[in-house]
């Protein structure tokens, strides 16, 4: 129906910007409302332009055509946690180790790999919560400046954490000893160039409090790493942006019904990160094949496929999954607590975690959501909409519509109907750059 020409190039400065017309498909802006069905999405250099039913948007001759018939075309994913230094290694204290001594370069390259599988994988923007400040700032700018291919990447750097109260050493984290300290790490992350503050468990009301303050006094906001009540009220009381991991069932029964009120009447976001072990563990044990996935064999290089495969050989001991059978107990209540109170969700998966791989882990969690009972629409929305509004850039991603980023995915089949829809994706489209095109 629709010429297939191409993929755009990145641009010479100086040249007319390209343009490019995705067409034909349906069209999922990022808000819930209907579809617009056969599509037209014009994009003139990094920015969409014009949109509409192609039958009535008139597509000028200097166009390039990228056929989309057939398909769905949404805004491009956003995942709101994920850890570029991990790969889906079943265990922490074997991967880094391993890394370490493959040479300097390795960590470098892992980032890398990630990046790029998440950007094959349709995310066009994500957080990293968790690694090395140099190593997290090179990835990003190498990313930034069209070096290596990935998501618009916003880095936390190291975590804050207490010291004795979270993992350090593998993640950069950095352990204070004081609340005074806990706030002079966050303006020293902050001059250094991170984007975003991860405070992790293990701190205390006052920590939450100071982080909190001196992160915005830099204009960056803190996702929380919270999994206990009084972590989530405190995080909740002091102003802390993102409460992460809130309702992934960690080891603990639902919230008291206070707390998610307290959270819905704040309006405070919460990325749940549901799908990443007590969903893969019994996914993996009724299809274990999912782990040789011959994505993986293509994206990693061939040691670190080895490595990962053997670290999975008996993943059903892996101390990371030591509570997981406690865990699927509460998981669906987990989730429903705020699925039906109204709280406003964004999408993270923490990505990279055990057998949680980059090229799926944004699907899954989507998966999760649609099974119990979120329509498909509103998590498309939570994937691209509301996870641009908690990044605080709603005014350049998040929906198909002009004046936007041209952040856009085309992915086959209709994901209104079958959400996993969303693993198929064939088009990526990055500030009106095509990064990925279905093969000729
Ligand atoms: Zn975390
Ligand atoms: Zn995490």
Redesign the pocket.
């Known amino acids: 129906m629709f010429a297939a020409r191409p993929a755009t190039q990145p641009r010479l400065s100086g040249a007319a910007p390209a343009k490019i017309a995705l067409v034909g498909g349906m069209l999922l802006d990022g808000y819930e409302a209907p579809p617009i069905h056969h599509a037209a999405v014009l994009i003139e250099g990094d920015r969409i332009v014009k949109v509409g039913p192609a039958a009535s948007t008139p597509i000028p001759p200097d166009y390039t055509i990228v056929d989309t018939s057939g398909r769905t075309m949404l805004p491009g994913m956003i995942e709101l946690?994920g850890h570029l230094i991990l790969l889906g290694h079943g265990n922490y204290a074997t991967w880094f180790p391993w890394v370490a001594k493959q040479g300097p370069g390795m960590l470098g390259t892992v980032m890398e790999v990630a990046a790029k599988q998440l950007l094959m994988a349709g995310v066009t923007s994500a957080v990293d919560?968790?690694a090395p400040l140099r190593e997290s700032l090179a990835v990003r700018d190498r990313i930034n400046k069209g070096d290596i291919p990935g998501p618009r990447m916003s880095m936390s750097g190291p975590?804050i954490t207490r010291q004795g109260g979270g993992m350090t050493d593998q993640f950069g984290g950095i352990a204070v000893t004081s609340t005074a300290q806990a706030a002079a790490e966050v303006e020293k992350l902050a001059k250094a160039g991170v984007d975003v503050i991860?405070a992790?468990s293990g701190l205390t009301r006052d920590d939450y409090q100071a982080i909190a303050d001196t992160a915005h006094k830099f204009g960056l906001r803190v996702h929380a790493?919270v999994y206990a009540e009084t972590d989530v009220r405190n995080a909740l009381e002091t102003g802390i942006d993102v409460l992460?991991?809130a309702g992934s069932a960690g080891t603990a029964p639902p919230y008291s019904p206070q707390l998610i009120t307290d959270i819905v009447n704040a309006g405070r976001p919460v990325v749940i990160?549901a799908a990443h072990r007590a969903w893969i563990y019994p996914d993996t044990a009724a299809f274990p094949e999912r782990l040789q996935d011959p994505q993986l064999r293509k994206d990693f290089p061939p040691a670190v496929y080895a490595e990962i495969q053997d670290s999975l050989k008996n993943w059903r001991a892996l101390g990371y999954f030591g509570r997981t059978d406690r865990e699927m107990i509460f998981r669906d209540k987990g989730v429903t607590q705020f699925t039906d109170s109204g709280t406003v969700l964004g999408m993270g998966t923490?990505s990279g975690t055990p057998m949680n791989f980059h090229t799926e882990a944004l699907w899954r969690e989507a998966k999760v959501h649609v099974d119990l009972g979120m329509p498909a629409i509103k998590v498309i929305s939570a994937l691209t909409r509301v996870g641009a509004t908690i990044l605080g850039k709603q005014r350049d991603l998040g929906t198909v519509e002009p004046g936007k980023l041209a952040d856009i995915i085309v992915v086959n089949g209709n994901p209104l109907y079958d959400i996993t829809a969303l693993a198929h994706v064939e088009t990526v489209v990055k500030g009106g750059t095509v990064v990925k095109s279905p093969r000729p």
Request: charged share 20%; hydrophobic share 20%; aromatic share 10%.
């Open positions: 946690h919560l968790g975590w991860k992790h790493h992460s991991h990160t923490d």
